[in-house]
């Protein structure tokens, strides 16, 4: 198992823990007349999470998809593991890609495959050095990771929607991230479900010290996994900071988000 956990991560550049993994800078959005993002920065570096909350609509998706790349801000920049994701080449996008796991709002498995086939996807793209029984290992090692030990045979119609939620994490460690991107892990999942949730991707944070970024409606959620939580209204970040900051903001959209969902 160790072997091919250290000839996985042999792969990567030795990272540098000073400079933010994330760096965003004054990015704007706009879909037609719509704006999206106005103006949002912050930084995360390896280690942090935070958390970001907001209603729907505000920009949450848009901007990891900026940071993935999928999409490109109108203005400001998105540096990523200190690639410009807006001005990048092809490759050296995909190269920064392959450092992020991510796990989309509606964790999109891929219903004719197997949980072990899903979780393997990335390594059958990415990590072609890697011969069938290593990929296998690593398979198991991530599935283990994940508490699915024994369950990699099953298809995802077949499973609870929180065992679904970590298949979808299993995946988006795969590649062993640098950046872990969640959006809305725990989003239709009954309280105890994703309290389990929470306290995987707390785990999951200890063990592996990623800059991560948890989208979430959920200010309990944001309260457990998060070491810094943004509130973003209309494509602006309100407020940044831990939750006692947030606790002792005096600005009524803060303060009734606070009380709305906590
Ligand atoms: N590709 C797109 N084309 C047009 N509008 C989009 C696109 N992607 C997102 N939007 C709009 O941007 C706004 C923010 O979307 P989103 O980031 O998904 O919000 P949320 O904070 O709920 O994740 C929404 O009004 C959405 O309709
Ligand atoms: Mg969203």
């Given at each position: ?32 007349p719509q704006r ?141 991230p640098v950046i872990?991107?969640?959006d809305e892990p ?77």
């Amino acid at each position: 198992m160790q072997l091919v956990q250290d000839r996985i991560e042999s792969k990567r550049e030795p990272v540098d823990i000073e400079t933010p993994a994330i760096a965003i800078t004054d990015v704007t959005k706009s879909f037609g007349p719509q704006r999206v993002l106005d103006g949002v920065s912050f930084n995360v570096r390896r280690g942090e999470t935070l958390a970001f909350l907001g209603r729907s609509g505000t920009g949450k998706s848009v901007l990891l998809r900026i940071i993935i790349g999928l999409q490109t801000p109108d203005s400001g920049s998105a540096i990523i593991l200190g690639t410009d994701m807006a001005h990048a080449s092809e490759d050296a996008m995909s190269a920064a890609r392959t450092q992020m796991g991510f796990l989309f709002q509606h964790a999109a498995l891929y219903d004719s495959l197997t949980v072990a086939d899903n979780v393997a996807f990335p390594l059958v793209h990415h990590r072609q050095d890697l011969s069938g029984a290593d990929r296998r290992e690593r398979v198991q090692m991530l599935l283990n990771e994940v508490g699915l030990e024994g369950h990699g045979n099953k298809m995802p119609a077949n499973i609870s929607g929180g065992m679904q939620k970590r298949v979808g994490l299993a995946r988006a460690l795969a590649l062993d991230p640098v950046i872990l991107l969640l959006d809305e892990p725990t989003a239709g999942l009954d309280p105890i479900s994703s309290g389990e949730i929470d306290e995987l991707i707390l785990s999951l944070q200890h063990q592996h010290q990623m800059a991560s970024i948890v989208v979430t409606h959920d200010m309990l959620s944001a309260k457990t996994i998060a070491t810094r939580i943004a509130l973003m209204n209309h494509g602006k970040i309100v407020i940044e900071g831990s939750y006692d900051k947030l606790q002792d903001s005096h600005e009524s959209f803060v303060s009734q988000f606070l009380h709305r969902d906590s």
